[in-house]
């Protein structure tokens, strides 16, 4: 399986190696399916995870003042583990919401990869901490396996399905309390580290490409406006178009753009009904997206797949 993601699963743990979304969602699901208690896959795989397995990361993290701090440092630096995920730290009267943002189509990999992510935030919020890891409850927009005391037992708290988030609510004691090996001298050169990967990221991946990905991730909710897309690129939506318009870009082609090529990419996969993929695109009708698509590539979406398919299909 891991061979079919392009990962030899003899070699070292490499954190910079990353996966498409799908392939990942997609190997999930085929082992979920392969196994008799596949709804505990994602807490299995959570509880696996270790600080040292996100790099550079995982060294700020365990370095930090206290878990507050390590969350605020996945805020800060997301975009060196994942270029799919936002995380936020939200303070309530009953803790702190640490809140994972992923869009896009909650098809059963993406949910178990949801469950999986906070399932690590756990295990290595656990793994710094000096004393247990309070949590006063556990959020998930998805339905819920039908077994839901394995979750439950899981994380020590109830477990929450059908939500309006994907969160950890943690107690105020625990968030404040100090990290096993917190280091503020060794936490700020960790941060300078990883503020070099970040620029090294921005000069890689440019500003359409950004505002691209943040539109297809979004789109089953409806085509997002720009002020949405520019807050969770830590702007204005002023300065987002500020910028655009610099490059001879408009956020209305970008939008035409995500929309294009997320349709292509679910078209050549062939997993989803073309009334599916007007959807996941962002249309309310499939008549809609069947003359935007024609507008875009000049044939029909079923004609773009055949060929897809056909030119994918080996010769005998």
Not at 8 to 36: C, K, T, W
Not at 78 to 95: A, C, F, K, L, Q
Not at 122 to 133: H, L, M, P
Request: aromatic share 8%; with cysteine.
């Amino acid at each position: 399986m891991l061979e079919s993601i392009g990962i030899d699963p003899n070699a070292p743990v490499d954190p910079s190696i990353m996966l498409r979304d799908s392939d990942y969602y997609g190997f999930l699901e085929n082992i979920a399916r392969a196994e008799q208690s596949g709804h505990t896959l994602p807490l299995r795989t959570g509880d696996s995870m270790r600080c040292d397995d996100y790099g550079l990361f995982g060294l700020a993290w365990k370095t930090a003042s206290n878990l507050r701090a390590s969350f605020t440092r996945a805020e800060r630096y997301w975009r060196v583990m994942t270029s799919v995920s936002v995380y936020t730290v939200e303070p309530t009267v009953d803790g702190s919401f640490v809140h994972l943002h992923r869009e896009g189509a909650r098809d059963l990999g993406m949910r178990l990869s949801n469950e999986a992510t906070v399932a690590s935030m756990f295990t290595i919020s656990s793994e710094v901490a000096t004393q247990e890891v309070k949590l006063n409850g556990v959020f998930f927009k998805h339905a819920g396996p039908e077994i839901v005391a394995d979750h439950e037992a899981f994380f020590g708290c109830p477990v929450h399905f059908n939500t309006d988030r994907d969160a950890l609510l943690i107690a105020d004691e625990s968030m404040r309390a100090p990290n096993r090996l917190a280091d503020s001298g060794i936490a700020q050169y960790f941060e300078a580290q990883l503020d070099a990967e970040i620029s090294q990221l921005d000069a890689e991946y440019s500003l359409d490409k950004q505002v691209k990905q943040q539109i297809a991730g979004a789109l089953s909710e409806g085509v997002p406006n720009i002020s949405a897309i520019a807050s969770v690129l830590a702007m204005s939506s002023r300065t987002l178009q500020r910028k655009l318009s610099e490059q001879g870009l408009t956020y209305q082609a970008l939008v035409d753009d995500a929309r294009r090529e997320f349709a292509e990419r679910l078209l050549r996969e062939n997993k989803h009904s073309l009334s599916n993929i007007a959807f996941l695109t962002g249309f309310s009708e499939q008549s809609s997206f069947n003359r935007a698509f024609k507008r875009w590539a000049g044939q029909t979406p079923r004609s773009y797949r055949l060929a897809a398919q056909s030119q994918s299909t080996p010769a005998h």
